[in-house]
């Protein structure tokens, strides 16, 4: 999780990660540990495409009890300044392709620990609706886009003008950053279902839809501007690529906000 959104955070500008580096704090030191989060990493770097370059390890156990632990890393990566994505690629009338997320993805645990304990639900808790224990739910990879990003911008069928990491704040605030005073993106729910552990939290949490959509990234890890008339085409690359993409929305001209409109696909 800790390599896949710094990784996908910078590969929004177009950006090829080359390596990343790590800092484990602890309460204490235990070496095999260690290494088990060690190699963690290391396969997650395999996975974006970048190196492990080195890192620091902390013992801090007057800050952290025995058995906790703390991760922190930086991705580095490189883009010529003619290939870079962002705001001033963006127009009104560019369509809006979704990258279905994984899952939770890492971020907003905190609220995901105040609605176990306000439902009284184990881990080992057999959860009809997704098929898997609630712990197994939980503990899902953050999916890496950080590839299949890069091949998409690299694409001779597909102008990319830019890409949104939807983390915490949702999908309208993570938009919003790469979206020009002049255009407002609206995307339609009823093109897509979010996960059953969406609906989960909402029900057995008491949150409603709308602060779910401002904390959650209900079903879209990643969101990709593009021409219009390359719209078809980047859902056919990223499929080829493994990521499950559609057709959100569109670009229209606005303030430079995102909006949701409709309901979601049941």
């Known amino acids: 999780d800790?390599?896949?959104?710094v990784?996908?955070?910078?590969?929004?500008?177009?950006?090829?990660?080359?390596?990343?580096?790590?800092?484990i704090a602890c309460g204490q030191v235990v070496p095999?540990?260690?290494?088990?989060i060690v190699k963690g990493i290391a396969q997650a770097c395999v996975a974006a495409g970048c190196a492990l370059a080195g890192g620091e390890t902390a013992e801090h156990p007057g800050l952290l009890g025995p058995d906790e632990y703390d991760l922190a890393g930086a991705a580095t990566g490189v883009v010529e300044a003619d290939d870079l994505l962002g705001?001033?690629?963006v127009r009104a009338g560019d369509a809006v392709v979704a990258m279905a997320s994984s899952g939770l993805h890492a971020?907003?645990?905190?609220l995901v620990r105040a609605v176990l304990d306000r439902a009284r639900w184990d881990l080992d808790r057999d959860v009809p609706e997704v098929g898997r224990t609630l712990g197994e739910e939980l503990l899902e990879p953050t999916r890496i886009y950080a590839p299949?990003?890069?091949?998409?911008?690299?694409?001779?069928?597909?102008?990319?003008?830019?890409?949104?990491?939807?983390?915490?704040?949702?999908?309208g605030a993570n938009l919003s950053r790469v979206l020009?005073?002049?255009?407002?993106?609206?995307?339609?729910?009823?093109?897509?279902?979010?996960?059953?552990?969406?609906?989960?939290?909402?029900?057995?949490g008491g949150v409603g839809q709308g602060e779910l959509e401002r904390t959650r990234n209900m079903g879209v890890g990643m969101v990709a501007l593009v021409s219009r008339a390359d719209a078809d085409a980047a859902v056919d690359v990223l499929k080829q690529l493994g990521v499950t993409a559609w057709v959100a929305g569109e670009t229209v001209a606005g303030d430079g906000t995102a909006e949701l409109v409709g309901s979601y696909r049941r």
């Open 2 to 5: 800790l390599v896949g959104m």
């Open 7 to 23: 990784v996908d955070d910078i590969v929004v500008c177009g950006a090829e990660p080359l390596f990343l580096t790590d800092y």
């Open 32 to 36: 095999e540990r260690v290494a088990s």
């Open 87 to 89: 705001v001033d690629r």
């Open 107 to 110: 971020n907003g645990y905190s």
């Open 148 to 171: 299949a990003c890069l091949a998409l911008t690299r694409s001779e069928r597909v102008d990319v003008h830019a890409l949104a990491h939807v983390t915490g704040g949702g999908i």
């Open 180 to 204: 020009p005073p002049g255009a407002t993106a609206r995307m339609d729910r009823s093109t897509w279902s979010p996960q059953p552990v969406f609906g989960l939290l909402g029900s057995h």
